[in-house]
């Protein structure tokens, strides 16, 4: 069984950056989709970011464009949070595929292992 794990978050102003990571026990992504998700209490999970495993193309959610730049790294995956807002308080989650060389997509029913969360907290 894959083990993933984020790391990263922390409480952050408004308008300031955070950097998340992703990475996987003993195994590198390189050639696996994966994917964040925020959780916030009483909210569906939402799928804000992912990179796909067949040629690295990126998608984001409305909510994130233009803030937020998901990218491999030597060890996994990292997001990149920028300009951040309020809103953006929540758990975030990394999902990786259990297929190589797949599209990603911002569906949780795409990956296979979860990590446990990181917390991040956007607050004056």
């Known amino acids: 069984q894959l083990q993933v794990a984020e790391s990263g978050g922390g409480l952050v102003q408004p308008g300031g950056s955070l950097r998340l990571s992703c990475a996987a026990s003993?195994?590198?992504?390189?050639?696996?989709?994966a994917a964040w998700f925020r959780q916030v209490p009483g909210k569906e999970r939402e799928g804000i970011s992912c990179?796909?495993?067949?040629?690295?193309s990126t998608f984001y959610a409305d909510s994130v464009k233009g803030r937020f730049v998901i990218s491999r790294d030597y060890d996994g995956v990292s997001l990149q949070m920028n300009m951040l807002k309020p809103e953006d308080t929540g758990v975030y989650y990394c999902?990786?595929?259990?297929?190589?060389?797949?599209?990603?997509?911002?569906?949780?029913?795409?990956?296979?292992?979860w990590g446990q969360g990181t917390q991040v907290t956007v607050s004056s």
């Open positions: 003993g195994f590198k992504l390189d050639d696996y989709a």
């Open positions: 999902a990786v595929d259990s297929d190589a060389f797949r599209l990603c997509m911002l569906s949780g029913n795409r990956y296979a292992y």
């Open positions: 990179i796909s495993g067949s040629d690295d």
